[in-house]
């Protein structure tokens, strides 16, 4: 199958990178909270390739290297030439004993423990075990992993990664890699667009990999970072368009909101969300997913998915029509931001 639509992340370089307007996000294949087959594994990667799929994204975190090693069997069927990939920098991962272990989310894992580096050696390092892992020359896009609050534990913490990165030489070596042709573009994987902002006060990036910031029930990024990222020529790989659930499933007992169980106001208002979308005859979770591409800076988003069944329905989702009625419905009951970007009725449409 030919590859979907895709936008240039940094179009105005000389060396813009094409991302297809949906990517493959590597974490659940690197058993995030459970375990995941081999067999499952390849089956997702395949049929997200199969069905147009061309930009995948993993990480040293996903499974302590097991999801990089997974996307390793994959790109020797794909041809490396044939998609674009990204991993991350921030972690290494250090052999140890069984107890030293550092699993964080992820289950069945290697015998390794995280050790976060941001200094130019520990770029170096981590990218250099990352192409081995993974069986490739190069990434095309190499992102400063979890430098922000949420993933450091404190605003403290995150400050003093963002500092360690330039003041022990992080930036410098992305910058070096990005010069030399290694790779084509540098950014952050993040779960707070505020970080993103200081880095941009701070540098030079290409794009952001931004986990549940910009979605259906949260447009605060709209006051300032994203109109500076449109100015800056910065794109947004949107992970998390569900904020960690509650816009799959619905205002369910025990819904997911952020990674904890949504609140009553959350609940409210996402029943109200649901209550328009199924006026339009539109499954709640289509509607999250692509009001996310309805901003100029998004270029693309990532949904998880375990099984070729998960990828298959995501790409029904990005496909199903939706009516521009919906949207201004949502924006007349005060549901989304009345500065937020529409999508077009048929820009995804089949």
Not at 23 to 43: I, M, T, W
Not at 153 to 163: L, P, T
Not at 207 to 221: H, I, N, P, S, V
Not at 235 to 248: D, E, F, H, Q
Request: hydrophobic letters at 40%; glycine letters at 8%; aromatic letters at 8%.
């Amino acid at each position: 199958m030919t590859a979907l639509k895709s936008r240039p992340l940094n179009a105005r370089t000389n060396r813009p990178i094409h991302l297809t307007e949906m990517g493959f996000g590597g974490a659940p294949l690197g058993n995030l909270y459970r375990k995941v087959s081999e067999e499952d594994a390849q089956a997702a990667l395949q049929t997200a390739f199969d069905n147009g799929i061309r930009y995948f994204d993993t990480a040293p975190q996903y499974g302590l290297g097991r999801s990089e090693l997974r996307f390793a069997e994959a790109i020797r069927r794909f041809g490396r030439d044939n998609i674009c990939l990204s991993t991350k920098i921030g972690r290494l991962l250090i052999d140890c004993t069984p107890e030293e272990v550092t699993p964080e989310a992820f289950v069945d894992v290697p015998q390794k423990k995280i050790v976060f580096d941001y200094s130019y050696d520990g770029v170096m390092r981590s990218y250099e075990a990352s192409r081995e892992r993974l069986g490739v020359a190069n990434a095309d896009i190499l992102f400063v992993h979890d430098v922000c609050a949420f993933s450091q534990g404190s605003q403290e913490a995150s400050d003093a990664r963002v500092r360690e990165l330039f003041d022990d030489g992080g930036y410098r070596a992305l910058t070096e890699l990005k010069d030399a042709g290694e790779i084509a573009a540098i950014g952050a994987g993040v779960n707070e667009w505020q970080v993103c902002q200081k880095l941009l006060g701070l540098a030079d990036f290409d794009g952001f990999l931004l986990a549940g910031r910009y979605t259906l029930l949260e447009q605060d990024a709209l006051e300032s970072f994203l109109p500076l990222c449109e100015k800056r020529d910065v794109g947004i790989i949107l992970g998390g368009p569900y904020n960690s659930g509650i816009l799959a499933t619905g205002a369910v007992p025990g819904a997911k909101y952020n990674y904890t169980e949504a609140p009553p106001d959350i609940l409210e208002r996402v029943r109200r969300i649901e209550a328009v979308c199924n006026s339009h005859s539109v499954p709640l979770i289509a509607a999250a997913l692509q009001f996310v591409l309805g901003h100029p800076a998004v270029k693309t988003v990532i949904p998880g998915a375990v099984n070729a069944t998960e990828v298959e329905a995501n790409i029904a989702l990005l496909k199903t029509n939706i009516p521009a009625g919906l949207w201004s419905d949502l924006r007349t009951e005060n549901l989304i931001r009345p500065d937020a970007p529409l999508p077009s009725e048929t820009s995804h449409a089949a």
